[in-house]
């Protein structure tokens, strides 16, 4: 059987809500191996181009806040760290997408009642993870995040 790797990443409203842990012993529980892992504070720069295809979209400018913004002065939320993470197994980029459910974690609350999106996703935006959708992009993805170096693969960003 061939192991395929996907990017996963833990959002701002997950780290924040204290959901690493759980997410994480769900990933390995599944069958995942956790093969890199960095935690970043990302800028907007970065959030910009990782969702480039989304550039266009009505939503574009407040996901690239939730993603960045490190206080909403004007609210209760906050937006932290990410945590970044490269999933390994048989068909991981099918199977995590199957685990954190739907995009609106409205409708995974409906829908996927055991997906991650709806145990900590609260919105259409505030949805607590990412996922690859396809192998270009997790092979994109992967390689925006990290790089291959003497000593295996490394964040291509800063670290915290
Ligand atoms: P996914 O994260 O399930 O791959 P996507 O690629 O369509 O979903 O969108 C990327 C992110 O953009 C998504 O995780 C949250 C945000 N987003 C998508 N649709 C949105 C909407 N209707 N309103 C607000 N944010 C949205
Ligand atoms: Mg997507």
Request: hydrophobic share 35%; aromatic share 8%.
């Amino acid at each position: 059987p061939v192991k395929e790797k996907t990017l996963a990443m833990i959002k701002p409203d997950g780290v924040d809500g204290n959901y690493v842990d759980v997410i994480k012993k769900t990933i390995l529980d599944s069958g995942f191996s956790i093969t890199q892992e960095v935690e970043l504070q990302l800028n907007e720069d970065t959030v910009k181009s990782f969702y480039a295809e989304h550039a266009s979209k009505s939503f574009f400018s407040n996901l690239v806040q939730y993603m960045t913004r490190v206080t909403h002065p004007e609210s209760f939320l906050t937006s932290g760290p990410v945590l970044i993470m490269v999933l390994e197994k048989e068909n991981a980029i099918a199977d995590w997408r199957a685990l954190i459910g739907p995009t609106d974690a409205n409708r995974a609350k409906e829908t996927h009642p055991r997906s991650v999106r709806a145990l900590c996703g609260l919105d259409s935006q505030r949805n607590c993870v990412h996922g690859s959708d396809s192998p270009q992009s997790a092979a994109k993805e992967i390689m925006f995040f990290f790089e291959k170096s003497s000593s295996g693969f490394v964040s291509k960003h800063d670290e915290l």
